[in-house]
Nanobody, 125 residues
Framework: QVQLVESGGGSVQSGGSLRLSCTFS??????????MGWFRQTPGKEREGVAI????????YYPSSTKGRFIVSLDRAENTLWLQMNGLKPEDTAMYYC????????????????WGQGTQVTVSS
Protein backbone atom coordinates (compact mmCIF):
# COMPACT_ATOMS: atom_id res chain seq x y z
CA GLN A 1 0.00 0.00 0.00
CA VAL A 2 1.39 3.38 -1.02
CA GLN A 3 1.34 6.01 1.69
CA LEU A 4 2.32 9.67 1.37
CA VAL A 5 2.82 12.18 4.17
CA GLU A 6 3.29 15.90 3.57
CA SER A 7 5.01 18.37 5.85
CA GLY A 8 6.46 21.86 5.77
CA GLY A 9 3.37 23.97 5.44
CA GLY A 10 2.88 27.14 7.41
CA SER A 11 2.31 30.85 7.24
CA VAL A 12 4.51 33.24 5.33
CA GLN A 13 4.34 36.79 4.09
CA SER A 14 3.93 37.68 0.45
CA GLY A 15 7.23 37.30 -1.40
CA GLY A 16 8.48 34.69 1.01
CA SER A 17 9.45 31.06 0.50
CA LEU A 18 8.44 27.68 1.85
CA ARG A 19 9.66 24.18 1.18
CA LEU A 20 7.23 21.30 1.34
CA SER A 21 8.23 17.67 1.63
CA CYS A 22 6.33 14.47 0.98
CA THR A 23 7.74 11.20 2.23
CA PHE A 24 6.25 8.09 0.74
CA SER A 25 6.41 4.34 1.23
CA UNK A 26 5.27 1.25 -0.60
CA UNK A 27 5.96 2.84 -3.97
CA UNK A 28 7.53 0.85 -6.82
CA UNK A 29 9.60 2.51 -9.53
CA UNK A 30 8.79 0.85 -12.84
CA UNK A 31 10.96 0.94 -15.96
CA UNK A 32 8.45 3.30 -17.59
CA UNK A 33 8.09 6.78 -16.17
CA UNK A 34 5.10 7.31 -13.99
CA UNK A 35 4.31 10.71 -12.57
CA MET A 36 3.96 12.27 -9.16
CA GLY A 37 3.53 15.82 -8.03
CA TRP A 38 1.94 18.54 -6.02
CA PHE A 39 -1.59 19.84 -6.08
CA ARG A 40 -3.50 22.46 -4.15
CA GLN A 41 -7.07 23.18 -3.25
CA THR A 42 -9.02 25.99 -1.66
CA PRO A 43 -12.59 25.71 -0.35
CA GLY A 44 -15.13 25.74 -3.14
CA LYS A 45 -12.56 25.26 -5.89
CA GLU A 46 -11.32 22.24 -7.78
CA ARG A 47 -7.99 20.72 -6.92
CA GLU A 48 -5.29 21.92 -9.32
CA GLY A 49 -1.83 20.70 -10.16
CA VAL A 50 1.05 23.06 -9.39
CA ALA A 51 4.12 20.94 -10.24
CA ILE A 52 4.64 17.40 -11.47
CA UNK A 53 7.69 15.24 -12.01
CA UNK A 54 8.37 11.88 -13.62
CA UNK A 55 9.43 9.28 -11.11
CA UNK A 56 12.77 9.00 -12.86
CA UNK A 57 13.24 12.63 -11.84
CA UNK A 58 14.18 13.57 -15.40
CA UNK A 59 11.09 15.48 -16.46
CA UNK A 60 9.02 18.18 -14.84
CA TYR A 61 6.04 20.30 -15.76
CA TYR A 62 4.61 23.47 -14.27
CA PRO A 63 1.44 25.32 -15.17
CA SER A 64 1.76 29.00 -15.93
CA SER A 65 0.55 29.94 -12.44
CA THR A 66 3.67 28.49 -10.80
CA LYS A 67 6.29 28.30 -13.53
CA GLY A 68 9.40 30.23 -12.55
CA ARG A 69 8.44 30.32 -8.87
CA PHE A 70 7.99 26.67 -7.82
CA ILE A 71 10.51 23.87 -8.18
CA VAL A 72 9.65 20.19 -7.77
CA SER A 73 12.33 17.58 -7.10
CA LEU A 74 12.51 13.93 -6.17
CA ASP A 75 14.98 12.09 -3.98
CA ARG A 76 14.53 8.46 -5.01
CA ALA A 77 16.97 7.16 -2.41
CA GLU A 78 14.97 8.79 0.38
CA ASN A 79 11.55 8.37 -1.23
CA THR A 80 10.90 12.05 -0.74
CA LEU A 81 9.22 14.55 -3.02
CA TRP A 82 9.99 18.22 -2.52
CA LEU A 83 8.32 21.46 -3.52
CA GLN A 84 10.34 24.65 -3.21
CA MET A 85 7.99 27.63 -3.39
CA ASN A 86 9.47 31.08 -3.95
CA GLY A 87 7.89 34.45 -4.51
CA LEU A 88 4.73 33.35 -2.75
CA LYS A 89 1.56 35.32 -3.31
CA PRO A 90 -1.68 35.46 -1.30
CA GLU A 91 -3.38 33.53 -4.09
CA ASP A 92 -1.04 30.61 -3.37
CA THR A 93 -2.87 30.11 -0.08
CA ALA A 94 -4.32 26.60 -0.13
CA MET A 95 -4.09 23.09 1.19
CA TYR A 96 -1.24 21.41 -0.64
CA TYR A 97 -1.27 17.70 -1.45
CA CYS A 98 1.30 15.36 -2.89
CA UNK A 99 0.16 12.62 -5.20
CA UNK A 100 1.61 9.70 -7.11
CA UNK A 101 0.64 7.00 -9.53
CA UNK A 102 -0.26 8.70 -12.78
CA UNK A 103 0.65 6.91 -16.00
CA UNK A 104 0.50 10.23 -17.84
CA UNK A 105 2.16 13.61 -17.68
CA UNK A 106 -0.93 15.25 -16.32
CA UNK A 107 -2.03 17.94 -13.88
CA UNK A 108 -5.49 16.42 -13.70
CA UNK A 109 -6.05 15.07 -10.17
CA UNK A 110 -8.22 12.19 -11.40
CA UNK A 111 -5.17 10.60 -13.05
CA UNK A 112 -3.39 10.09 -9.72
CA UNK A 113 -4.02 7.00 -7.62
CA UNK A 114 -2.29 7.85 -4.33
CA TRP A 115 -2.71 10.95 -2.18
CA GLY A 116 -1.41 12.40 1.03
CA GLN A 117 -3.54 14.16 3.62
CA GLY A 118 -2.32 17.66 2.82
CA THR A 119 -0.47 20.50 4.48
CA GLN A 120 -1.78 24.06 4.76
CA VAL A 121 0.05 27.00 3.23
CA THR A 122 -1.09 30.51 4.09
CA VAL A 123 0.39 33.60 2.45
CA SER A 124 -0.47 36.97 3.92
CA SER A 125 -0.19 40.28 2.10
Amino acid sequence: QVQLVESGGGSVQSGGSLRLSCTFSGYSYDTDDNWMGWFRQTPGKEREGVAIISDSGRNTYYPSSTKGRFIVSLDRAENTLWLQMNGLKPEDTAMYYCAAGSYFMSVRPQNYKYWGQGTQVTVSS
